[in-house]
Structure formats: structure tokens, C-alpha cells
């Protein structure tokens, strides 16, 4: 590397939360990966520190986060999230004691999960062409249905009552609408699809409806259309071409990203971001896959997800060429076959891992610094 290259490199530090069941064996993959990147291109330095909040933290602490983790993790750029969920932990108790007490104190409203089929992996959709599947989702990650928001009383009693308030404020709706117009603005086909449901839900998902409309007069370039979510679930099997970018509700987009990932080829290569658009707080990224204890510890699992994930917080950290190149790596490894069985390949994480680390230095090894 020349001594120009070492004055200009930016450099990163990235919290590193592996947490439950394939979470640690993907992080690292991930870590690996970006390692390497980081080496080859000579562009940009990153450093993680670890933080070992788990399930096993919590049975031994009864707590998920240590006093004053939050605090710790504001110092860094980025977080790098494993999974989260054991068996034995309730789920209700695992998400809100970790992920989401990350994601709500963050202000990490804007959930964004891209979908396409990667060159050499192919959609369970008959006749599906690479580019049909090409879809952004933004998914508002701080209220709707997950707000929290409600209770139980009189439990045991055959009158026992349980309540969960969905809740829409007009300052949520208005900056995820926002923020989902200028993802659709900055994409080619410049279209957004407003999920919904105001049929059945008169209230929230109405004002829902009513600032998607009252924003949308800021975005005059963008061309937007509404769907019901039941029938959004259709359109995305029967005419996945008609889509790009989609805005939904914490809970909407939560499945129909799911159901995405799997007309792609497998949940195993979706990425998420959690992002503060605002950047005041470090924004976290994720693979969707969840924590799979069936698979953990057997070497199996894909890492595709978390190095898309990577490839996502680069970008936001302004490494643009760095993530593109990564992703591109990756994609080329798939091309190749060496994919993990939810694609219908043989190889281990370790295989995939070492086999991109191998193409990142094959690929950008003698470009320029």
C-alpha cells in the first residue's frame, strides 16, 4: 500500500453483537470477510469490538444489556448484529430485551431489507428473471403494531383480557414516508407501493393512507400506487415485476419482507438495516435468518446474509465502492455454485467464507491504491 493510500484511509469502528445460535458463526464469517476487504482495497480501516450480550448473558445477569451498554455503543459507527432468540428465553423477552432496546433508544426508524436473485441462485417463482425480483422494502421500525403499547389483567380468570395497541402518529408516518419517497426517488424506476390495510383498520392505517397521499405531493417524479396487504402477498408472487419499492408497518413488512426473501431463492442471503436517518445514532444491520438453533453449531449456516448486510452498512458509512465490490464478490462465489444447502449447494459457512475472501483478493488484489 503506498504511504498516500495509509494518509487518506478512513477509519471505522464497528460494534460487534454475534448474540444467539448461528448469530456468532455468521458475525465472524462477516468479520472475516470485511477483513479482508479492508486489506486488499486499501481505501478504508475498520475495527470491531466485541460485545457479548446473549441469551446466556441474560440467564446468568437477568439482563441483556449491561448498565451503560447503550452508551458504549453510541461511540461507534456502526452495529453489526448476529441474531437473537434461544429456546429456552422466551421471544417476547429476548427481542425487547436486546434488538429492540437497541432499535427504539436509537431512533433506528427506518427498516430497509433489498430483495433481488443473485447471479447463480434461483427464485421458487416459475419463469422469474433476475431483475423481476429487484425490490427495496422500507419498513417503519418504531411503532405500529410493535409499539409496545398495551397490557393483560385478570390472568387466569376465563375473563382474562390481553390488549396490543397498534399506534400511528403523524410524526412516525410522516418521516418513514419520507424516507421511503427518496428511496424510490434515488432508484431508476422511481415507483412506490403503499402497503396498507384502512379497509379493516379505520384509524391508524387511515392516517397511514392520508400522509403516504399528503407526502407524496412533495415527490411529484415519483409514480405511487396503494395495495392491501393481503393482496400485496398476490402481486408479489404473480407479478413481482410490477414492484420496486414498498413502504409498510412494523408488522406488514416483517412478513412480506420474510415472503421475499424466499421468492429470492432463500432467507439466508436477505440483509436489514436498521437505520437513524438523522445519524445522531449508530444505525445497525442484520441478517433476517434469525437465530436457527436447528442448524447452530453444524457449520451450515449461510453467511450470504450477513456479508449483504455488510455490503449495506459499508454503503451507509459512504464506502460505496467498497460495497459494491464486496457484493459483486459475493455474487460471483454464487455464480460459482459454492452456496450452502437452503441454496441447494454442499458447502459450509466456511467453505462460502473462505471462497469470497479468495475472490476479494483475486478480483482487487493489483487495482490501484
Request: hydrophobic share 40%; glycine share 8%; net charge negative.
Amino acid at each position: 500500500m503506498s504511504p498516500s493510500a495509509i494518509s487518506i484511509a478512513k477509519s471505522y469502528s464497528i460494534a460487534s453483537i454475534p448474540a444467539d445460535g448461528i448469530g456468532p458463526e455468521v458475525v465472524k464469517a462477516a468479520i472475516a470477510v470485511l477483513k479482508a476487504l479492508s486489506e486488499t482495497l486499501g481505501t478504508f480501516d475498520i475495527e470491531f469490538k466485541h460485545y457479548d450480550w446473549s441469551s446466556e448473558t441474560y440467564k446468568k445477569t437477568g439482563k441483556y444489556i449491561p448498565d451503560g451498554g447503550l452508551e458504549s455503543l453510541r461511540k461507534h459507527d456502526a452495529i453489526l448484529f448476529g441474531a437473537v432468540g434461544a429456546p429456552d428465553v422466551p421471544d417476547h423477552i429476548s427481542l425487547w430485551g436486546l434488538r429492540l432496546a437497541i432499535c427504539q433508544p436509537f431512533q433506528q426508524y427506518a427498516n430497509v431489507r433489498p430483495t433481488k436473485v443473485f447471479r447463480g441462485t434461483q427464485s421458487p417463482l416459475r419463469n422469474c428473471k433476475t431483475g423481476d425480483l429487484d425490490w427495496v422494502i422500507v419498513r417503519e421500525n418504531s411503532e405500529g403494531e410493535y409499539a409496545g403499547q398495551g397490557g393483560r389483567s385478570h390472568r387466569g380468570q376465563a375473563w382474562e383480557t390481553a390488549t396490543e395497541v397498534a399506534m400511528f402518529t403523524r410524526h412516525a408516518v410522516e418521516r418513514i414516508m419520507r424516507f421511503a419517497f427518496q428511496t424510490a426517488q434515488s432508484r431508476p424506476r422511481k415507483l412506490l407501493t403503499v402497503v396498507t390495510k384502512s379497509n379493516a383498520q379505520r384509524n391508524g392505517m387511515v392516517l397511514w393512507d392520508e400522509v403516504a397521499a399528503e407526502v407524496a405531493e412533495e415527490f411529484p417524479d415519483v409514480t405511487t400506487d396503494k395495495m392491501l396487504v393481503d393482496a400485496m402477498t398476490c402481486r408479489m408472487v404473480l407479478k413481482p415485476e410490477s414492484l420496486d419499492t414498498i413502504v409498510a408497518t412494523n408488522l406488514q413488512a416483517d412478513i412480506l419482507s420474510d415472503l421475499a426473501a424466499a421468492l429470492a431463492g432463500s432467507i439466508g442471503i436477505a440483509p436489514t438495516s436498521n437505520l437513524d436517518p438523522s445519524r445522531q445514532n449508530p444505525s445497525m444491520f442484520e441478517p433476517i435468518h434469525g437465530s436457527a438453533f436447528d442448524i447452530t453449531g453444524k457449520g451450515v449456516a449461510n453467511p450470504v446474509a450477513t456479508f449483504w448486510t455488510s455490503s449495506e452498512m459499508l454503503a451507509w458509512l459512504g464506502e460505496e465502492d467498497a460495497s459494491k465490490k464486496l457484493l459483486d464478490a459475493v455474487e460471483r462465489v454464487c455464480e460459482k455454485g459454492i452456496v450452502t444447502a437452503d441454496l441447494g449447494g454442499v458447502a459450509k459457512t466456511e467453505d462460502v467464507t473462505n471462497a469470497v475472501i479468495e475472490e476479494i483478493k483475486e478480483s482487487y488484489g493489483n487495482t490501484s491504491k
